[in-house]
């Protein structure tokens, strides 16, 4: 059975920093591209970053570039989401998601959920101004 578990969320002041976790179990992981995507309160799921492994690669929507970072450990079979300087309109319940690599490099659907296979159970994320 295939598991993601999202962590780390938090209730925080604008400008300061979390650090989500994404733990996968049940897959091969060096096989998949993992995704972090986050839906606010009547809005739309919006896809925030993507990282593969082979090639090394990230990807980061134009509203969290330059303040979000994702990196992975292959050997734990985790994947990292840095939030630095939040600011209120982060606000949302942030998702981690796997895709199979050759569908969302081949397609560059590194923001389409529904090219993602799995999906963790979110993690809430509020930042006060």
């Known amino acids: 059975e295939v598991q993601l578990q999202a962590s780390g969320g938090g209730l925080v002041q604008a400008g300061e920093s979390l650090r989500l976790s994404c733990a996968a179990s049940?897959?091969?992981?060096?096989?998949?591209?993992i995704g972090w995507f986050r839906q606010a309160p009547g809005k739309e799921r919006e896809g925030v970053s993507c990282?593969?492994?082979?090639?090394?690669?990230?990807y980061y929507a134009d509203s969290v570039k330059g303040r979000f970072t994702i990196s992975r450990e292959n050997a734990k079979n985790t994947v990292h989401l840095q939030l630095n300087t939040l600011k209120p309109e982060d606000t949302a319940v942030y998702y981690c998601?796997?895709?199979?690599?050759?569908?969302?490099?081949?397609?560059?659907?590194?923001?389409?959920?529904?090219?993602?296979?799995?999906w963790g159970q979110g993690t809430q994320v509020t930042v006060s101004s």
């Open positions: 998601a796997a895709g199979p690599l050759r569908t969302i490099l081949g397609g560059s659907y590194y923001y389409k959920s529904d090219a993602y296979s799995y």
């Open positions: 049940g897959l091969t992981f060096d096989e998949y591209a």
């Open positions: 990282i593969s492994y082979v090639p090394n690669t990230t």
